[in-house]
């Protein structure tokens, strides 16, 4: 089906002796944004490593963007695949400057072997304005700030205009401005026309933005539930899934929870 951008069926994902991942039935759509949830340990940075080709299942089928596991050239796809997570934050060489590692997105490589073309310079200027960080161009990965630092792997991330853009708990280490910067460039960025579809991995409700339309609860690496956000996110379904009573409630349009004594 052309429309669907993941799909997977009865996926399973074993490490050692262990399934990780276990019964996984997940299709999103084009025009979907989805908020992954789930505790530490559920499951969710594999689930996000199946889609990117790092992982490959033990059992089931993994297709993305209409091209099934196994019969195309993943480094080709991962083109397709914009990803920020923190883990990637400390695998670069900290003397490349800024504009040198958002470049190194558009090889989805690590490492820069190409020079900087005229094309490429303005492109990465317009998207550093986009995220009001021009400044940060032309100065070394190592001493730029937390924020910057993720800002550029957003930029990077955003380089080859990607289909799908993924973020794995991105506001890690970011204080409370950096944060809502953060949340709401994502929420404009899915607003736009050409969105990419947006996957957003976390274990806080807060994080859940407006423009998001589906969620899925991740436990101990099965499906809990998944559907449209208002479906999901009921004090019932939340309570069911943190094992305690919880109550959510919506502030500013987007969600708060709170332990229910
Ligand atoms: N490459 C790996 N080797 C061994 N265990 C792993 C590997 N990746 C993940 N795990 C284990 O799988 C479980 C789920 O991890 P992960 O997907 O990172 O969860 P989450 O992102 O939700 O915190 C954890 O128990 C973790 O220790
Ligand atoms: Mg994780």
């Known amino acids: 089906m052309d429309d669907l951008i993941i799909n997977m069926k009865n996926v399973y994902w074993k490490n050692g002796n262990r399934y990780i991942l276990k019964k996984i039935n997940w299709t999103v759509k084009q025009g979907e944004h989805w908020a992954i949830l789930g505790l530490n340990g559920s499951g969710k940075t594999s689930l996000l490593n199946l889609i990117n ?12 963007l209409g091209k099934n596991f196994g019969e195309y050239d993943i480094r080709e796809l991962r083109k397709s695949i914009g ?40 492109n990465i200027k317009k998207i550093l304005e986009s995220l009001d960080s021009l400044s940060v161009l032309k100065k070394p990965y190592c001493i730029l700030s937390q924020g910057e630092k993720q800002k550029v792997l957003i ?9 799908i853009l993924i973020f794995d708990e991105p506001l ?9 910067y953060l949340l709401s460039y994502i929420e404009h960025l899915a607003r736009k026309d050409k969105s990419p579809t947006i996957i957003y991995v976390t274990h806080r409700i807060e994080e859940i ?14 499906i809990y539930l998944q559907g449209e956000k208002k479906d999901i996110l009921t004090n019932e379904n939340l309570s069911g899934f943190f094992e305690t009573p919880v109550r959510i409630n919506l502030n500013r349009n987007r969600f708060i929870l709170t332990f229910v004594d």
């Open 83 to 122: 990803m920020v997570s923190s883990y990637l934050q400390e695998k670069f060489y900290t003397t490349e400057t800024a504009e040198e590692i958002i470049l190194s997105g558009k090889f989805a490589t690590i490492g820069l072997y190409n020079r900087i073309s005229f094309k490429d310079h303005k």
């Open 155 to 163: 930029a990077r991330a955003l380089i080859n205009a990607p289909e």
């Open 53 to 64: 080709g790092y992982i490959w299942p033990s059992k089931g089928t993994v297709s993305v």
């Open 209 to 222: 933005l407006p423009v998001f339309t589906h969620v899925l609860l991740l436990k101990k690496g099965e």
């Open 172 to 180: 890690s280490g970011l204080d409370i401005f950096g944060r809502e």
